[in-house]
Nanobody, 117 residues
Framework: VQLVESGGGLVQSGGSLRLSCAAS????????MKWLRQAPGKGLEWVSGIFSHGLTTAYADSVKGRFTISRDNAKNLLYLQMNSLKTDDTAVYYC???????????RGQGTQVTVSS
């Protein structure tokens, strides 16, 4: 399993970023996927999950209405569109296999998102 995140960066509060995750080494189109994040000095936090078919999604209350998870099974890509970013969203963002929670052994190396005030 290989998961490679990209798209992170520095953005001002209220701005937007789109994260991508390129997946390989497993059958992506039958695997639920999720985004996790870890803020400085804090534990790993589940952000959002999506079923394999892409029709069912879930979000943490902290990002609901601002973030949108999606996937392109033809390209083995997972996305996280992040709008109305807040300083509290500053974290390293990881894509991982699975739908809910922070458990699981397959996770990417992460991409840094920094939101400035």
């Amino acid at each position: 399993v290989q998961l490679v995140e990209s798209g992170g960066g520095l953005v001002q509060s209220g701005g937007s970023l789109r994260l991508s995750c390129a997946a390989s080494g497993f059958t992506f189109n039958v695997t639920a996927m999720k985004w996790l994040r870890q803020a400085p000095g804090k534990g790993l936090e589940w952000v959002s999950g999506i079923f394999s078919h892409g029709l069912t999604t879930a979000y943490a209350d902290s990002v609901k209405g601002r973030f949108t998870i999606s996937r392109d099974n033809a390209k083995n890509l997972l996305y996280l569109q992040m709008n109305s970013l807040k300083t509290d969203d500053t974290a390293v963002y990881y894509c991982a296999t699975g739908y809910l929670g922070t458990m699981g052994k397959d996770r990417g190396q992460g991409t840094q998102v920094t939101v400035s005030s």
